[in-house]
T-cell receptor, first 110, second 117 residues
Framework: ELKVEQNPLFLSMQEGKNYTIYCNYS?????LYWYRQDPGKSLESLFV???NGAVKQEGRLMASLDTKARLSTLHITAAVHDLSATYFC??????????WGAGTKLIIKP | NAGVTQTPKFQVLKTGQSMTLQCAQD?????MYWYRQDPGMGLRLIYY???????DKGEVPNGYNVSRLNKREFSLRLESAAPSQTSVYFC????????????????FGEGSRLTVL
């Protein structure tokens, strides 16, 4: 059974700091996605990672995928309050469905 | 270009009542999905439709039915609502259009917040 585990599940950090969210999964897949969800809102697509070694960057966020290690990371550089949200890293399974973890709730304090 | 539109946004039901959540997308996507999200959890797939005329069960289909009315619309019906169905429901679509290839990326509606008393 394909499982997605994110850690940490909750992270409180100061503005200006760097941090990394980790996304581990239990079986082979080469398609992973990062989504952001603000409280009470919908989910917004951030990155689509389609192959081993894929790296995508947008502003202060950078996502990478290592399919051999079954690991994706979302790195936050010089965090700002506006990045406070819950982040999800669903993975596509062999039936072309996305498997979701519990998400990482990120709070960035001014 | 509205993307994915869900109605209603909020609904309160009594146990045993029925209702239908409506979803429409204007991105010409083939695939549509219904998810539920409970507090502190990720999304769980209820039903999906890979193309017009087909529907399949997801992880948590019990108590729900769906209809893929046409390529644009995918509705979710609760025949006899139960308190365990209190949740936020998201509709999503995916597919390729003239510009983007089919990456499997999902595009979500705003969500429908359902409370069953």
């Amino acid at each position: 059974e394909l499982k997605v585990e994110q850690n940490p599940l909750f992270l409180s950090m100061q503005e200006g700091k760097n941090y990394t969210i980790y996304c581990n999964y239990s079986t082979t897949s080469d398609r992973l996605y990062w989504y952001r969800q603000d409280p009470g809102k919908s989910l917004e697509s951030l990155f689509v990672l389609l192959s081993n070694g894929a790296v995508k960057q947008e502003g202060r966020l950078m996502a990478s995928l290592d399919t051999k290690a079954r690991l994706s990371t979302l790195h936050i550089t010089a965090a700002v309050h506006d990045l406070s949200a819950t982040y999800f890293c669903p993975l596509m399974d062999s039936n072309y469905q996305l498997i979701w973890g519990a998400g990482t709730k990120l709070i960035i304090k001014p | 270009n509205a993307g994915v539109t869900q109605t209603p946004k909020f609904q309160v039901l009594k146990t045993g009542q029925s209702m239908t959540l409506q979803c429409a997308q204007d991105m010409n996507h083939n695939s549509m999905y219904w998810y539920r999200q409970d507090p502190g959890m990720g999304l769980r797939l209820i039903y999906y439709s890979a193309s017009e005329g087909t529907t399949d069960k997801g992880e948590v289909p019990n108590g729900y039915n769906v209809s893929r009315l046409n390529k644009r619309e995918f509705s979710l019906r609760l025949e006899s609502a139960a308190p365990s169905q209190t949740s936020v429901y998201f509709c999503a679509s995916s597919g390729k259009d003239r510009v983007t290839p089919h990456t499997g990326e999902l595009f979500f509606g705003e969500g429908s917040r359902l409370t069953v008393l």
